[in-house]
């Protein structure tokens, strides 16, 4: 028991799902209020591909970009093949807002 | 509110010009690990989503993290660190606001490497603290890397400790920073 580890997101049951241009919006107009909605919530993202980075090892896919000031950016469990405009759905659990709202443990459906 | 930032953001480019944007660097994905030894087990996790801005124009530093973004491997370090320990629902930011007080010495746009004295407040918990800590930034073809290696001590942001297990986790966190800084205007 004491040494499980991490739920993989896809066994874990969704909680929400809502689009990225929506999910923006709500932790940009009401940070507190949001948080109650996602915050450590399994949550399904779909959104446009702004932008796919890789940083030591570990593959950041950006959604809904507004002009680059910020946007939902999913860290990825793993390396994955998106090109920049496609509409995508991803899955992770939500980990709140800083300049963007940032997703964890991230996969694509 | 989007369009009231948007067009702050827009006035502030058009006001300041290239010249004062230039001098901004950022980071969305910022590393933050801690590391503590205790008798019965080692706890670490890292987080690879920290956001930070560095105006090297006049050394002004701000970094933030969220709490929910550290991972751990074992499920119930995890949930224990966010519900008991950080309570991470009701403070879900650590942040760093402060300033590189020899910002002068280091020249970003220069291949070198350079110490920075950083100072600063230290918000864990909800609890402030100031807190001054060295640092390092590499830079190399074009690529800047911040790092920097500090203690806290949990009883500086009212972290209390179960006394069940009091003997079992250090009083004191290792916290590694590691920034990878890029130029505001490539957004």
């Known amino acids: 028991m004491y040494n499980k580890e991490v739920d993989k997101v896809a066994d874990l049951k969704t909680d929400q799902k809502v689009e990225a241009k929506t999910l923006l919006t709500e932790f940009e107009s009401d940070e507190l209020a949001a948080n109650k909605l996602y915050l450590d919530k399994t949550i399904e993202v779909s959104g446009m591909v702004t932008k796919v980075e890789e ?7 950006y959604l809904a970009s507004e002009e680059g000031l910020s946007a939902v950016i999913c860290q990825m469990e793993e390396a994955v093949n998106v090109a920049v405009g496609s509409e995508i759905v991803v899955k992770g659990v939500c980990s709140g807002y800083l300049m963007d709202v940032i997703m964890v443990r991230c996969i694509i459906l | 509110m989007m ?17 004062l944007v230039a001098q901004k660097y950022f980071t969305k994905k910022g590393e933050v690990s801690f590391f503590s030894h ?150």
Request: glycine share 6%.
């Open chain 1, 55 to 61: 940083n030591e090892g570990i593959t950041s896919v």
């Open chain 2, 3 to 19: 369009i009231i930032k948007k067009m702050i953001f827009i006035l502030l480019v058009l006001v300041s010009g290239n010249q």
């Open chain 2, 38 to 187: 205790a008798p019965m087990e080692d706890i670490k996790a890292v987080s690879n989503t920290g956001s930070s801005v560095l105006d090297a124009a006049n050394g002004k530093l701000q970094w933030a993290v969220l709490i929910k973004s550290f991972a751990f491997t074992k499920a119930l370090m995890q949930e224990h660190f966010n519900e008991n320990y950080m309570e991470s629902t009701q403070f879900p930011k650590a942040k760093f606001t402060g300033t590189i007080d020899n910002m002068t010495a280091i020249d970003l746009k220069k291949d070198g490497e350079y110490n920075a004295q950083v100072s600063g407040v230290l918000e864990i918990h909800g609890k402030e603290k100031k807190i001054a800590t060295n640092a390092k930034f590499l830079v190399a073809k074009g690529k800047i890397i911040a790092t920097s290696v500090f203690k806290v001590y949990l009883a500086d942001y009212g972290i209390e400790i179960p006394s069940v297990v009091k003997d079992k986790i250090a009083k004191e966190v290792e916290i590694s920073i590691k920034s990878n800084y890029e130029l505001l205007d490539k957004m």
